[in-house]
Structures are given as structure tokens and as C-alpha cells.
């Protein structure tokens, strides 16, 4: 079982790592340090009081920066790739007791994979905020995607199968208001 919930919490960080690259990181090294997550042993650093600072301020750092109007958007560029890496670190980092090809081959194809397909979600909000109210809405777009890293990140900690269906369900509500405003917008 303790298998189970390691993939499923080092999914569900790696999907947040699309909403923000280090929230996951920081909620990740605050629950290892605080015993709710016990990595793999070469990530056992993870849980260190100078990665949970480092992934503080990297935190802070991030947050702030996207409430800057014309910074959002080339954070946007780095945060992609960054996105990527930063989810299948998480993800094969938080995976235990799997055989590590299987663990990185996991974490590189549903880990990166979960965290570009968020990051994608995320660019896309922010350029329709841009080009439908001339960016006065980001501001609203970045705490979104603020709140939906801490959110995802916190349950993927506690309850990380809440955490994979709500991401599985907001994709389905997500992909389905697309497909209706096609059909009714051809």
C-alpha cells in the first residue's frame, strides 16, 4: 500500500508542478522533514532544513514574480520545461520500493507528462486572460493557478487519491466546456 500512495503523492506533485514549479518542491520537503513523505534514500536531502528554505524562497520568489505584468509571461517559457523536470523529479523522487527503471521510466512519462499537460492548461490561461482583457485579469489567473499548486500539492500529501481524481475531473470539466464553446463558436 505504502507503494501505492508513494506513486500516487509523487503524481499528484508532479501534476501541481504545472500550476508552479517550486510550491510542489516546498510542500514536498516540508512533508518529508515532517515525516508525512519518505522518498526514495538518494532524495532523502529533500527534507533538509537547507532545501526547505532553498525551496522557500525559490517559492516566494516564483509567486511574486508572476504578479508582475510583463514577467508572467516569460516566466511562462522558463516554467514549462522547468515544469517538466521539476515533475518527474518529484515524482520518481517520492516513488518507493519500485525497481528504479520502472520508477523513472513512471516518472518520466505520467510525471512530466502530468506536469507539462497542467503547465499547458496553465500558458493557455494566461493567454486568453492577456488577449481578452489586455492582461488586467492575470493578476486573478496567477492566484489561481496559486491556490490550485497549494491545493494539489497539500492533498497529493494527504490523500493523493483525491488528488489524481480531482485532477482527472477538472480535466473532464475542462475539456468539455472546450468541446461545447467549439460546437456552439464553429
Known amino acids: 500500500m505504502e507503494?501505492?500512495?508513494s506513486i500516487l503523492a509523487g503524481l499528484g506533485l508532479a501534476?501541481?508542478?504545472?500550476?508552479?514549479?517550486?510550491?510542489p518542491l516546498w510542500v514536498a520537503s516540508v512533508a518529508v522533514h515532517?515525516?508525512?513523505?519518505?522518498?526514495?534514500?538518494?532524495?532523502?536531502?529533500?527534507?533538509?532544513?537547507?532545501?526547505?528554505?532553498?525551496?522557500?524562497?525559490?517559492?516566494?520568489?516564483?509567486?511574486g514574480a508572476y504578479y508582475v505584468p510583463w514577467l508572467d509571461h516569460a516566466l511562462d517559457t522558463l516554467a514549462s520545461p522547468a515544469s517538466v523536470v521539476a515533475?518527474?523529479?518529484?515524482?520518481?523522487?517520492i516513488a518507493v520500493d519500485i525497481d528504479p527503471f520502472a520508477r523513472w521510466t513512471l516518472a518520466i512519462i505520467a510525471?512530466?507528462?502530468?506536469?507539462?499537460?497542467?503547465?499547458?492548461?496553465?500558458v493557455a490561461a494566461r493567454g486568453l486572460s492577456f488577449t481578452s482583457t489586455a492582461g488586467l485579469a492575470n493578476p486573478a489567473v496567477a492566484t489561481a493557478e496559486l491556490g490550485g499548486a497549494l491545493l494539489t500539492s497539500a492533498i497529493s500529501v494527504v490523500a493523493p487519491g483525491f488528488a489524481i481524481l480531482g485532477l482527472v475531473a477538472l480535466g473532464a470539466?475542462?475539456?468539455?466546456?472546450?468541446s461545447r464553446r467549439r460546437r456552439a463558436n464553429p
Open 111 to 122: 510525471g512530466g507528462g502530468l506536469a507539462a499537460t497542467v503547465q499547458a492548461g496553465t
Open 34 to 63: 515532517a515525516g508525512y513523505l519518505n522518498p526514495s534514500p538518494e532524495f532523502a536531502w529533500l527534507g533538509s532544513m537547507p532545501a526547505m528554505v532553498t525551496f522557500g524562497v525559490a517559492t516566494l520568489m516564483e509567486v
Open 15 to 23: 501534476a501541481a508542478c504545472g500550476f508552479r514549479v517550486f510550491v
Open 3 to 5: 507503494t501505492v500512495f
Open 87 to 93: 515533475g518527474t523529479l518529484i515524482a520518481g523522487s
Open 173 to 178: 470539466i475542462l475539456i468539455t466546456a472546450w
